[in-house]
């Protein structure tokens, strides 16, 4: 394989991608364009820009390299992170849009009325982001080490420098036209090689090699030790973490309104859906032609391997370099997704606590790149120092940390008027706690045996059950302390945005104003991208 072919699809992706972030840099010219993309986003585009965003290196080369190794147990990954938007279709899109928030602490601070839970929100924020990133930084060092023979920090870095220049310009306005093109890009990037692949495989003679794709325990699911309880965890991670992941759900907050957010959801749905059908079958193919990658622990590469396997010369070099692309194109746009999400919450929250003021307009976007630079910087630090923490897992352990703490806030908060604060509160320190002692565990290879060792592996079906459970009980007994506007709040998240009500007068970019009394507000009206307006 020519190395010249992966470095130019790499590069010229990196060009493309500076290229469409510059035009949506013409588009940018308030906080709300950079945090929001002032709330005027399509839903074709959005939905293109939210498959780019959550199709990262797990999606593009994990999941092959996982049917590859595993069989169809790992089926539940495609279609656990798909569900995942189901239940975001149904709870969580309109309302979220509704509430007028930039962040999930915004989100947070307008249900329950908290600087505190505000600030526990704040710091899981960049404490998920951070985890998630981790991996796509891993993922880009080894796939360029692999196709050229680079050290891991050359990839890591070219994703982390292309990442800044596409997020400091314009913020969310060119992020989301960049994310749109990468879905596109990754789509092609796999379904044009399978054409391919499977004529090959079709013409050749024999039947399938030193894998067998016949073996029971490839083909037969719940066959190893503890497969039930691994399933349902894995089952309640993808279901509940896609709709706590915060870069999936600032996306919420870039539609016009609850109907456009709804509509968006449901193209998502089509798109993934159609998306995960083809690194199940390069996985299929794979345990055909390169089981050998399993016993070599190269099991993620498949994708990047099989036009070698099957062809010669320059057919293999031009297949592998629009895989190389593609795979590129996930780390970026992942990558870029999560640093405009944690930018936006170190630059709202945790910048504004030393501040002690709100920033103005000029103040506001030079504070989000200031944080757009710290994240990156310390994402690849503790890309350095957790080397050895596998990219497959560590994904895994984000979706559980995410189920076990937005995920029942933001359930019970939208549904559920009874959420105090410090239910709330209590229930992200408990899950956040058992999840994230799990990252831990993992981090530092620390040994565990029996279902002790079980649970820090897939944490989510005792997490999950455990945060909700301590949300409800504690805010059962703090009903008391119920937020003071909570009628107001469940009317702006239920009620549709054209029906003239009383809202309240919550702004993200004026959050510390609403902790003291407020006098009654008139009733709002709908401005134009379905915000509000209060004289």
Same mark, same amino acid.
């Given at each position: 394989m020519s190395n010249a072919?992966?470095? @130019? =699809?790499?590069?010229? /992706? $990196?060009?493309?991608?500076? &290229?469409?972030?510059?035009? +949506?840099?013409? !588009? %940018?010219?308030?906080?709300?364009?950079?945090? @929001? =993309?002032?709330?005027? /986003? $399509?839903?074709?585009?959005? &939905?293109?820009?939210?498959? +780019?965003?959550? !199709? %990262?290196?797990?999606?593009?080369?994990?999941?092959?390299?996982?049917?590859?190794?595993?069989?169809?147990?790992?089926?539940?990954?495609?279609? +656990?992170?798909?569900?995942?938007?189901?239940l975001l279709l149904v709870f969580v899109a309109a309302p979220l849009r509704r509430s007028g928030a930039?962040?999930?602490?915004?989100?947070?601070?307008?249900?329950?009325?908290?600087?505190?839970?505000r600030r526990a929100s704040s710091l899981l924020v960049v404490a998920i982001g951070l985890l998630y990133l981790i991996p796509q930084f891993q993922g880009a060092g080894l796939t360029l080490r692999t196709l050229t023979g680079a050290p891991s920090w050359v990839g890591q870095l070219a994703v982390a420098v292309v990442v800044c220049l596409n997020v400091l310009p314009g913020g969310m306005r060119s992020v989301t036209l960049v994310q749109a093109f990468h879905y596109w890009l990754k789509l092609l990037a796999l379904l044009t090689p399978l054409f391919f692949l499977l004529g090959a495989l079709g013409s050749r003679s024999g039947g399938p090699g030193a894998g067998a794709v016949?073996?029971?325990?490839?083909?037969?699911?719940?066959?190893?030790?503890?497969?039930?309880?691994?399933?349902?965890?894995?089952?309640?991670?993808?279901?509940?973490?896609?709709?706590?992941?915060?870069?999936?759900?600032?996306?919420f907050y870039t539609n016009r309104d609850g109907r456009a957010a709804r509509r968006a959801t449901l193209a998502v749905l089509v798109l993934l859906s159609g998306f995960y059908l083809l690194p199940v079958l390069y996985g299929v193919i794979g345990r055909y032609v390169a089981f050998d990658l399993v016993a070599a622990g190269r099991a993620d590469s498949v994708v990047l391997e099989l036009p070698s396997r099957l062809f010669d010369g320059p057919v293999a070099e031009g297949l592998t370099a629009l895989l190389a692309a593609g795979a590129f194109a996930a780390f970026l746009s992942t990558s870029t997704g999560l640093v405009v999400s944690v930018a936006g919450v170190v630059s709202q929250d945790l910048v504004r606590w030393g501040a002690g003021h709100r920033p103005g307009h000029?103040?506001?976007?030079?504070?989000?790149?200031?944080?757009?630079?710290?994240?990156v910087t310390v994402s690849l630090a503790l890309t350095v120092v957790s080397a050895g923490v596998p990219v497959a897992h560590a994904v895994e352990l984000t979706f559980a940390v995410?189920?076990?703490?937005?995920g029942p806030m933001l359930l019970l908060g939208i549904w559920w008027r009874g959420l105090t604060a410090r239910g709330a509160i209590a229930g992200m320190v408990v899950g956040g706690g058992l999840s994230?002692?799990?990252?831990?565990?993992?981090?530092?290879?620390?040994?565990?045996?029996?279902?002790?060792?079980?649970?820090?592996?897939?944490?989510?079906?005792?997490?999950?059950?455990?945060?909700?459970?301590?949300?409800?009980?504690?805010?059962?007994?703090?009903r008391a302390s119920a937020p003071e506007h909570l009628a107001q709040t469940m009317v702006r998240l239920h009620a549709p945005e054209h029906i003239d009500l009383n809202r309240g007068s919550f702004h993200p970019e004026r959050w510390d104003r609403r902790q003291s009394p407020t006098p009654p507000t008139p009733p709002a009206t709908s401005a134009p991208g379905g915000g509000d307006v209060t004289p």
């Open positions: 072919a992966s470095i @130019v =699809a790499v590069v010229m /992706v $990196s060009i493309a991608s500076l &290229a469409v972030g510059a035009f +949506g840099l013409r !588009l %940018s010219r308030t906080m709300s364009d950079f945090y @929001v =993309a002032s709330r005027g /986003v $399509s839903p074709v585009l959005n &939905a293109s820009a939210i498959s +780019g965003e959550y !199709l %990262s290196a797990a999606s593009f080369l994990g999941v092959a390299g996982l049917i590859l190794a595993r069989g169809v147990d790992m089926l539940w990954l495609p279609v +656990g992170w798909t569900a995942g938007y189901l930039y962040t999930l602490p915004d989100f947070a601070q307008l249900r329950l009325e908290s600087v505190v839970a016949l073996v029971s325990d490839w083909v037969e699911p719940l066959r190893g030790d503890h497969a039930l309880y691994l399933t349902y965890s894995l089952v309640l991670a993808t279901f509940f973490g896609t709709m706590g992941l915060p870069h999936v759900v600032v996306r000029r103040q506001g976007i030079r504070t989000f790149r200031l944080s757009t630079v710290l994240v995410a189920a076990s703490t937005f994230m002692g799990a990252v831990v565990s993992t981090t530092f290879g620390i040994a565990t045996g029996g279902w002790f060792g079980v649970v820090m592996t897939q944490p989510a079906a005792v997490s999950v059950p455990l945060a909700f459970t301590t949300m409800v009980l504690v805010s059962l007994a703090t």
